[in-house]
């Protein structure tokens, strides 16, 4: 009876054994979505943790084009979706203009020199809320010379978005109010640290303080926790000639600024100690 018991014992615990090496092995996608409570795009996450920043360029006899993004930015899918859509809109729309050039170019009978655009996305910022990216872009369509501009974007994890930082603001003019007597105050220091002088004249073309909410405005982090450092970026031509250059002009994140917040995005923000 013992022996038979015995028996019966080693061919169950090989059928079970049996089983589980015939079963698959889930990946860690596939173990991620299967967590309770675990939101639908958990394999997607997981799947995108294991990627790289996106670093693309090309180069011919037509165009130059170069656009990349840092790896906080690619492991979140959704927003390199829109990272990747946002290149190749770029490249198509250099390509067209290159070529309609280039065979106006070839027409006439005079030299084509090829068009450009070379953007990159860096981190600025990355708190528990909010990815905060910058981006430089130099272009060149033809011309005397090249051009360089400036953009920006939030990724606020909480609702799965893509914002502009005036969008956490009450208003253009609220965020102005704060910050149009600093940004003032800091070109003139940036213009006289390069040994220029700042015409104020009325008639003067670049005589006029611009307002910040008209230029690129990048919101940075100094713990990873809160939204505390604020630079505006202005482009060539907007207070000088081309010459001059662009101007990245750091300002203080103060009360005033941090009082012009939506009320939603308040926590979110802290003034400069």
């Known amino acids: 009876m013992l022996r038979r018991h015995r028996t019966a014992l080693l061919l169950l615990s090989s059928a079970l054994l049996a089983s589980a090496c015939s079963q698959k092995s889930p990946t860690p996608a596939e173990a991620a979505a299967a967590v309770p409570g675990a939101p639908p795009s958990a394999a997607a ?30 492991r979140i899918p959704e927003l390199a979706a829109l990272l990747d859509a946002a290149r190749a809109a770029q490249r198509s729309a250099l390509v067209d203009a290159a ?3 280039k065979a106006v170019a070839d027409k006439e009978g005079f030299s084509y020199h090829a068009h450009s655009h070379l953007q990159s996305w860096k981190r600025i910022a990355d708190t528990p809320r909010f990815l905060s990216l ?54 003139e220091r ?34 990873g926790k809160y939204l505390d450092r604020l630079t505006i970026a202005i482009a060539p031509y907007e207070i000088g000639p081309y010459a001059e250059g662009s101007y990245k002009i750091n300002l203080p994140m103060s009360e005033a600024i941090v009082n012009a917040v939506k009320p939603e995005y308040a926590r979110d923000f802290r003034p400069a100690s």
Not at 53 to 65: G, H, M, P, Q, Y
Not at 208 to 217: I, L
Request: aromatic share 10%.
């Open 45 to 74: 996450d997981v799947a995108a943790g294991g990627t790289s920043a996106s670093d693309v360029e090309e180069t011919n006899d037509l165009i130059a084009f170069a656009y990349s993004y840092p790896l906080e930015a690619a």
């Open 99 to 101: 070529a309609r050039d």
């Open 134 to 187: 910058s981006s430089e872009i130099a272009t060149y369509m033809g011309g005397a010379h090249g051009m360089q501009s400036f953009d920006s974007l939030l990724w606020d994890r909480s609702h799965a978005k893509r914002l502009k930082p005036l969008d956490l603001f009450k208003s253009g003019e609220a965020f102005d109010k704060a910050a149009n007597d600093d940004l003032c105050a800091a070109i």
């Open 190 to 223: 940036a213009k006289a640290a390069r040994g220029i002088s700042w015409s104020r004249d009325p008639d003067s073309p670049f005589g006029k303080c611009p307002s910040a909410s008209t230029q690129t405005v990048w919101l940075g982090s100094s713990d």
